[in-house]
């Protein structure tokens, strides 16, 4: 995993060291915090990211993600209901009927869910762009796990950026 850090127009590699330093800074106060990402992630992974959230909740932070089969937002709503249920919020590109019984266990969990039945007739992909613009602009800063292929998650990073959010970007390739 190669980690990026990406303010403004500006991106560096971050040491540990730095990483570290930039999750204290993510943990200080209370935020909204959106976390999106990739459904291909291991195991590894998953555990970094439920651990995140789940560090993120305990801290009085606020947690928005959007559902998955697998993956990113998956495991940010693990963590979450982990750490501080009251602090997560679920935002859906459609329905909970069209997620997968998995998430569907864990979204019983969940106080705060939004879904969007009007977006049932459009396609997944432009569903979940709107989803994640909706998401970036009910927080404070973005932190998202992508491929540097990643379309629709590239995207929502540029959004971020363009409406000045802090923007954390972990790739995975």
Do not use: W
Request: hydrophobic letters at 40%; a negative charge; charged letters at 20%.
């Amino acid at each position: 995993m190669t980690t990026h850090l990406i303010r403004g127009e500006s991106e560096t590699t971050l040491s540990l060291d730095e990483l570290a330093s930039e999750l204290r800074l993510i943990q200080s106060g209370s935020k909204r915090i959106s976390i999106i990402g990739t459904r291909n992630l291991s195991i590894t992974h998953q555990q970094i990211v439920e651990t995140i959230a789940c560090s993120l909740t305990q801290e009085g932070n606020t947690v928005i993600t959007s559902g998955g089969a697998s993956g990113v937002n998956l495991a940010a709503i693990k963590g979450a209901l982990k750490g501080n249920p009251e602090k997560l919020e679920v935002i859906l590109p459609q329905t909970i009927k069209l997620q997968s019984s998995e998430v569907q266990e864990c979204l019983k969990q969940v106080r705060v869910i939004t879904e969007h039945p009007e977006r049932l007739n459009m396609e997944f992909a432009e569903a979940s762009r709107i989803c994640y613009n909706e998401i970036v602009d009910t927080a404070h800063q973005l932190i998202c796990f992508l491929y540097h292929d990643s379309n629709t998650l590239l995207k929502a990073v540029e959004y971020a950026k363009i409406n000045h959010k802090i923007v954390t970007v972990f790739y995975l390739d």
